[in-house]
């Protein structure tokens, strides 16, 4: 007897990214939060993520990524990666780094933090306060990732790209060496949420892209094991659409700062979804039995191409938000992949909007920026 398919969904998430706040200092045009942030009298308590590390660590979690917004605003943060350390959870801080002082830094390692991934948004520093929107950004980066290899905690760079940065690439790599990080990531903007609403003023030409391929090529080669280089391209010039999030509901669960969880970080946008929160209902019951969580799960939803495609388990038909946000239908194969009949319209789109002067970036902000 044949035995019955595995269902992914049934394994436990890898990762839970717990998006503790949406207060940040930041007010990046490529923000990947909601366009509804989260105000900070709705924000889960202590008392709450504590449980939900508990409930992610009896699911199998295994990594938790602190995220936000700016995690470092919650002055809890400590006692969170406290539990996390007990619960035995390998435990990562996204973080700007522009407002954490090197105390701050040494009581969170000494809470049992175990990674920090530093945004960077240029090497330039005039570049860096402008995409900010953020005064003296760069030293205090610089000083936070210094700050970071003094403790002996591995570092990961981020480097969000796009048309005001992309050619500065080379001395992104160059600073993550100088800085002695593991990684470092070159993520393309990707156009959720309010990058979709900036996408005319970030998105790059075609040039910059393959000239960006061809530098992270080379330093790939280069440097081998002294820098691992992670490289996300922009959906809207690619040819095929990458995998969405791993897979609906497959790899990470997200834990938004109210309690709502998604199977990815910009689920929100497709309608008619509703997502369970963890005040109202056990996180394994929301990964193993939710029906937002089941949606787009299996195969069964696929329409053709993507039904019959080889590379339907591969890339599961892209993703969803983004086949709803510029299609109108969440079912609809990405139009990042060529098989879509909507590929070149998405193509020229983007090329039209690189090669029109860029207009000035929309900021967001959800508080006053501290001092």
Not at 17 to 35: D, F, G, I, K, Q
Not at 183 to 206: C, D, F, I, K, S
Not at 318 to 343: F, I, K, N, V, W
Request: glycine letters at 6%.
């Amino acid at each position: 007897m044949t035995a019955p398919a595995r269902e992914p969904w049934r394994e436990p998430p890898i990762g839970l990214l717990a998006e503790l706040t949406h207060r940040c200092p930041l007010a990046c045009p490529y923000c990947s939060n909601p366009l509804e942030l989260t105000r900070r009298e709705r924000e889960l308590s202590t008392a709450s993520w504590e449980r939900v590390l508990e409930e992610a660590a009896e699911l199998g979690v295994l990594q938790l990524h602190l995220s936000g917004g700016e995690p470092t605003l919650r002055g809890d943060l400590e006692a969170i990666v406290a539990r996390a350390r007990a619960l035995e959870l390998y435990s990562n801080l996204i973080t700007a780094g522009v407002g954490v002082s090197e105390r701050r830094l040494e009581a969170l390692a000494a809470a049992g933090l175990d990674h920090v991934q530093l945004s960077v948004q240029d090497v330039d520093p005039a570049g860096c306060d402008r995409i900010g929107g953020f005064q003296g950004s760069l030293a205090r980066k610089l000083a936070f990732a210094r700050a970071v290899r003094r403790l002996g905690l591995p570092l990961t760079l981020n480097a969000v790209v796009h048309r005001h940065n992309l050619d500065r690439l080379e001395r992104f790599v160059e600073l993550a060496l100088e800085l002695g990080a593991d990684r470092l990531e070159v993520a393309h903007v990707q156009y959720y949420g309010w990058a979709l609403a900036n996408r005319a003023a970030l998105m790059p030409t075609r040039a910059q892209l393959d000239r960006s391929v061809e530098i992270v090529k080379a330093a790939r080669a280069r440097l081998g094991d002294r820098l691992l280089i992670d490289f996300v391209v922009p959906d809207y010039y690619a040819t095929h659409p990458k995998p969405c999030a791993s897979g609906w509901g497959r790899a990470v669960i997200v834990v938004g700062p109210d309690g709502r969880v998604l199977p990815c970080h910009a689920a929100h946008v497709i309608p008619g979804l509703v997502f369970p929160n963890v005040e109202e209902k056990p996180l394994r019951w929301i990964w193993q039995e939710s029906p937002a969580f089941q949606r787009f799960r299996g195969l069964d939803w696929m329409r053709e191409p993507c039904r019959s495609c080889a590379r339907r388990e591969i890339d599961f038909g892209g993703c969803r938000c983004q086949a709803m946000q510029l299609l109108g239908d969440p079912e609809a194969t990405d139009p990042a992949c060529t098989l879509s009949p909507e590929h070149a319209r998405i193509m020229a789109l983007a090329e039209a909007e690189a090669a029109a002067p860029p207009p000035a970036f929309r900021y967001r902000r959800l508080e006053p920026v501290p001092a």
